[in-house]
T-cell receptor
Framework: DTGVSQNPRHKITKRGQNVTFRCDPI?????LYWYRQTLGQGPEFLTY????????KSRLLSDRFSAERPKGSFSTLEIQRTEQGDSAMYLC?????????????FGQGTRLTVV | GENVEQHPSTLSVQEGDSAVIKCTYS??????FPWYKQELGKRPQLIID?????GEKKDQRIAVTLNKTAKHFSLHITETQPEDSAVYFC????????FGAGTTVTVRA
């Protein structure tokens, strides 16, 4: 599969636990986004990377959220001390910015349920 | 940051009729405007996009128009079919991709 891959697909965790999600973008893509989506809403921007550099993090994102893309390839999103309000679908998308704005491809997402 | 407004939030049309979704954006630096379709339980997928140097683009039953002066763009689906039922998202890209809240389209047979 040469598309964007996210793992795990589903995660159930107890409130207060830490969780980490992984995103493997399309191999030649240098731009990687993380979004959060709740039922009936559009993807909400969390953060994005250009290669290994994290260029912006949403002001709405608490310091419990952190993301990395250490070698400019895969990325991880960690949520510390999870809260019930963190329950959502977490989507990763990638694109190639070398030729300007181009199509962003989404992964299947990781559905997080905090109980 | 970019703010994208999308209307309507829900749209019900009779099969064969047209559907129109409208979006506005705030950042004049935005120069790329994609539209995504998301079926229940699936990932968003691009259906059409338009760049700022183009006013209109068409692909079979789908068309998108862009008015840069007014900062709005629209999706038009003609001859709607039941398989067009989904949630549609507009987005704008200045230096990052920002999405509207979505429009749930239901095509009645």
């Amino acid at each position: 599969d040469t598309g964007v891959s996210q793992n795990p697909r589903h995660k159930i965790t107890k409130r207060g636990q830490n969780v980490t999600f992984r995103c493997d973008p399309i191999s030649e893509h240098n731009r990687l986004y993380w979004y959060r989506q709740t039922l009936g809403q559009g993807p909400e921007f969390l953060t994005y990377f250009q290669n290994e550099a994290q260029l912006e993090k949403s002001r709405l994102l608490s310091d419990r959220f952190s993301a990395e893309r250490p070698k400019g390839s895969f990325s991880t999103l960690e949520i510390q001390r999870t809260e019930q309000g963190d329950s959502a679908m977490y989507l990763c998308a990638s694109s190639n910015r070398d030729r300007g704005n181009t199509e962003a491809f989404f992964g299947q997402g990781t559905r997080l349920t905090v109980v | 940051g970019e703010n994208v407004e999308q209307h309507p939030s829900t749209l019900s049309v009779q099969e064969g009729d047209s559907a129109v979704i409208k979006c506005t954006y705030s950042d004049s630096a935005s120069n790329y405007f994609p539209w995504y379709k998301q079926e229940l339980g699936k990932r968003p997928q691009l259906i059409i996009d338009i760049r700022s140097n183009v006013g209109e683009k068409k692909d079979q039953r789908i068309a998108v128009t862009l008015n840069k002066t007014a900062k709005h763009f629209s999706l038009h689906i003609t001859e709607t079919q039941p398989e067009d039922s989904a949630v549609y998202f507009c987005a704008s890209d200045d230096y990052k991709l920002s999405f509207g809240a979505g429009t749930t389209v239901t095509v009645r047979a």
